[in-house]
């Protein structure tokens, strides 16, 4: 996830360092240490330790729970935050009694703290990261009314041979759009317009023997 270079007078000195500037906790970092160091003789020669710390997932787990907690604490204090990841992928689920409050209309607050949770992680991290956030299991219950939206605007697509243009939705609402759609033949799907209005079309392409129809006409012309 992340690794930190530091050099000190001596290697217990550097790896201290990197502990607090990171505010580590035991466990939460491995060390490699790449020079011991040399304290010279009457001050020369002398030479830095070097160590390299690599930061484990379980700092970026703890950070990620301390800092939706905090943040979610202003509008209950009960509320409970646990964090596991997979790979890359972080997976948030979050209790309360105000689960409703926090999600938001249509899940706008939910969709929102997200983004927010993604930022805060990344700049944490070497890599990019993903924050997946769930609460109340709205999202289980999101997947199942895009189905139903998604099978209606296909059909629309399929029986009136246009393009549908669905209601504004956030990015991990869009990608399982798409997903459903690959399900589906003769329509295609697509995103247009910037956030937070991003948009999914799904629009009918017909099939391939329409296509080859199409062709053997535009031949014979």
Do not use: W
């Not at 490699?32 to 020369?44: A, H, R």
């Amino acid at each position: 996830m992340k690794k930190v270079i530091e050099r000190a007078p001596s290697v217990n000195e550097a790896i201290e360092k990197v502990v607090k500037r990171y505010g580590l906790e035991e466990n939460e970092y491995t060390v490699n240490v790449l020079e011991k160091g040399f304290q010279g003789i009457f001050g020369l020669f002398s030479k830095e330790a070097v160590v390299e710390v690599s930061i484990k997932k379980s700092y970026f787990e703890r950070r990620l729970r301390e800092f939706l907690e905090d943040i979610l604490s202003v509008v209950d204090n009960n509320v409970k935050v646990s964090v596991r990841s997979s790979g890359r992928s972080f997976f948030v689920d979050v209790d309360s009694e105000n689960v409703g409050r926090l999600i938001g209309k249509h899940g706008k607050t939910l969709g929102a703290l997200q983004h927010i949770t993604m930022i805060f992680l990344n700049r944490l991290s070497d890599t990019k990261l993903n924050v997946i956030l769930d609460m109340g299991d709205y999202r289980e219950k999101r997947r199942k009314s895009l189905e139903k939206i998604v099978e209606e605007a296909v059909k629309k697509a399929l029986s009136e041979k246009t393009k549908v243009m669905l209601d504004p939705m956030f990015a991990f609402e869009r990608r399982q759009v798409h997903k459903l759609v690959k399900k589906y033949k003769g329509v295609t799907s697509y995103s247009v317009g910037v956030e937070p209005y991003r948009r999914v079309v799904i629009e009918y392409v017909g099939t391939k023997r329409e296509g080859r129809r199409r062709h053997d006409i535009k031949e014979s012309i």
